[in-house]
């Protein structure tokens, strides 16, 4: 992978990470090896491949919990060059090139610019990302289950995925094209292929009674004995329409951190004129410690018409109030999550649970001190909850705690509703209101007016930052919420986060 240009760099890079596994507050991750594949952007083919262990400098880190993810082990490793070492062959083939990976926005991306920022060098850009974990989520949708690179390749009959760097980059490369192939077909014959057309005996899915994941249609053992992966079947059309045109590029971001949680569904998600992407010469900004860009546009918040607005937040439906909430009919199960891990859902009467709540009252407003894994600030505010409230998100702390615990979680676990010394008879609620990491940043969470009539206006915001947001939602200000009940287990902490869906904010 000798070095060239980086306008001559067309080659997509597909790589992966294999990390130690943190098992303790403030633990770093540790590389523990590093695969990567040259594609070929006209023909998809495999062009050259680099893959290493990897030593860290603390083979502590290399916990039995990490061993059990990828199979590495200390004694695999200690013979191993450092990052450091290699370090000069990781930016070669990285820097200047497209990225592609699964989930590598959220990981591997900041894997690689923390093990460089450990030595001391500046770490390599991209010139555009393919996240398939993200993509996919929103084009493929849901049709093979969860989106995680065991169930796709299931889905596909491409055998077991091996938790091991260079074989899961070949492995993503065959199920970007597989997938991006289907959706060229249908795209073809809309209304002959349709999704049910599509369900493969493959796919996994979950039974949202019980959360059980299940095998629709015959049981059918997938093996890669024997089986031949037809690499050129689309070569032709990449000759003909040139690489800007090609269906991968469909799938090409760039500059773009939105990160697609694996259980999202996406309207729309086979239409083909939706896909298409301008590929700009752009550096990807840091997951981990991005700084906001100077910005001297004046902030400015428009509002649309009430009937635009009356069509964006139609009713409430699968929203609950904490009144219709019964205590026994709450349920908490597990759901696949990325990279093999788990991740809690609360139900009531099977179907899942979220709720709405009226009237709440800010005690603190906005607050935008921390980063999300893009550098950009994560905004959330705490306001006043009642004790009915209370008791519906204190029982789906017990529930969801004890099933932590039974899953194997050593995490210390917070409570949902804070109480602090002087404010016993006052519990409060932190409040999320996530945003959406693309060239242009925008609020995730759908925000109204609500004026004294009762009628609702939405807001539109021409920035993403926290001179907009803050004005609006500061102490003493009331606000109608619905939100959703989300589990998180990061770094020995666990618990569940309430996040905003939409916020109706009432006029003074």
Sequence with gaps: MSPTADDARSEIAFFDVETTVPTRSGQRFAILEFGSILVCP????????????????????????????????????????????????????????????????????????????????????????IDSLALLTQKFGRRAGDMKMATLATYFGLGQQTHRSLDDVRMNLEVVKYCATVLFLESSLPDIFTTNSWVSPNATTRSRSNGKLSNGGSSISSSTSGQKIEKDRILSLADQRGVEAHPIFSLLTTNSDEV??????????????????????????SDV???????????????????????????????????????????????????????????HNGATLQLRCNHLRVRFGVDDKYRNNAGRPKFSFVVDTSPTL????????????????????????????????GFVNSPTIRLQIPTVNADV????????????????????????????????????????????????????????????????IHSN
């Excluded at 702390?397 to 804070?418: H, M, N, P, T, Y």
Aim: aromatic share 8%; with cysteine.
């Design 42 to 129: 006209r023909k998809l083919v495999e062009l050259e491949s680099y893959s290493t262990l990897v030593r860290p400098s603390d083979l502590s880190l290399i916990s039995s919990l990490s061993v059990r993810c990828n199979g590495i082990n200390p004694d695999a490793v200690v013979s191993a060059p450092t990052f450091a070492e290699i370090a000069d062959k990781v930016h070669d083939i990285l820097h200047g090139r497209i990225w592609a990976g699964h989930n590598i926005l959220r990981f591997d991306c900041a894997r690689i610019r923390e093990a460089f920022a450990e030595i001391g060098r500046p770490a390599p850009e991209p010139k555009g990302t």
């Design 260 to 285: 697609v949680e694996p259980d999202t569904v996406q309207a729309d998600a086979f239409k083909m004129d939706s896909l298409s992407v301008e590929l700009r010469a752009e550096p990807l900004l």
């Design 289 to 347: 410690a991005m700084e906001e860009q100077p910005d001297n546009q004046n902030s400015d918040i428009s509002v649309s018409s009430p009937v635009a607005a009356s069509e964006g937040c139609s009713g409430y439906a699968g929203f609950l109030e904490p009144e219709e909430v019964s205590i026994p009919s709450i349920g908490a199960y597990l759901v696949p999550f990325y990279r093999g891990s788990q991740r809690i859902q609360l139900s």
């Design 390 to 421: 209370c008791r519906v998100l204190d029982a789906c702390d017990d529930i969801a705690q004890k099933l932590s615990i039974d899953s194997g979680s050593s995490s210390e676990w917070r409570s949902v509703v804070s109480r602090k010394n």
């Design 441 to 504: 940043p925008r609020y995730e969470t759908e925000i109204y007016r609500k004026e004294p009539s009762g009628s609702s206006e939405k807001l539109v915001f021409s920035q993403c930052n926290a001179a907009e947001i803050k004005p609006l939602i500061s102490t003493g200000t009331l606000v109608d919420a619905c939100f959703s009940l989300d589990h998180y287990d990061y770094q020995q902490n666990a618990g569940i986060r309430l996040v905003a869906k939409k916020l109706f």
